[in-house]
């Protein structure tokens, strides 16, 4: 695929986190999942995402781009100087999704660090603590508070992903932007 050598491209592939992606939450998720609806429906889940993900990976194979010209960007990837072993790590751990970043990268695609390190923590820790609250049957109006914290902590990432795009991706490049579909980055961009 060619665009114009003056404009700056960028595609948005819109995800769904694999059960490696979710990485220490993984196993809290799972087990939740399977408390609530049980081992079948948690199969079915596993089986759909992993044909998701082999689709998205035919599909970007169909742009046909020209990696040298291409900057990648990870919905939960810090900018934080380590974003190549991160992705090394989770495409050997088994993430389809890391796998078709490394590809790229391997095929000279540039890797770029996404999101602020400090509103991953903080999302991590209320996560970690909604999932708590939720695992232990509490619900009410403290669940609805840090759901709230969520979604302003989620609006936070999204401008801070905006913006590192705007700095980053450079005329004449294409960038590919692998984000959750709860974020809205695409109204914050320039």
């Known amino acids: 695929m ?8 960028l595609i948005v592939i819109p995800i769904i986190h694999s059960e490696t992606d979710l990485g220490s939450m993984s196993e809290s998720i799972r087990k939740m ?3 609530r609806h049980g081992s079948d429906q948690w199969e079915r889940r596993v089986k759909t995402v992993e044909q998701l993900w082999q689709d998205l990976k035919e599909r970007i194979e169909a742009l046909r781009l020209d990696y040298s010209h291409v900057r990648l960007y990870q919905d939960g990837l810090p900018n934080c100087g380590r ?5 090394r790590d989770l495409a050997k751990a088994g993430s389809i999704n890391h796998q078709i970043l490394l590809s790229a990268m391997e095929r000279g695609a540039a890797l770029t660090g996404t999101e602020s390190p400090e509103l991953l923590l903080e999302e991590y820790e ?11 049957g509490r619900s009410g109006e403290l669940v609805s508070r840090q759901q709230l914290l969520g979604k302003q902590l989620l609006e936070k990432r999204d401008q801070y992903i905006a913006e590192r795009i ?5 005329p004449g490049e294409t960038g590919l932007l692998f984000l959750g579909m709860l974020h809205g980055v695409e109204k914050r961009l320039p």
Not at 2 to 9: D, E, K, L, V
Not at 126 to 136: E, F, I, P
Not at 166 to 170: G, M, V
Request: aromatic share 4%; proline share 0%; no cysteine.
């Open 2 to 9: 060619s665009f114009q050598a003056h404009t700056r491209h």
């Open 33 to 35: 999942h399977l408390h």
């Open 83 to 87: 974003e190549i072993d991160i992705v």
């Open 126 to 136: 209320l996560a970690k603590q909604v999932l708590a609250m939720l695992g232990s």
């Open 166 to 170: 705007a700095d980053t991706l450079r």
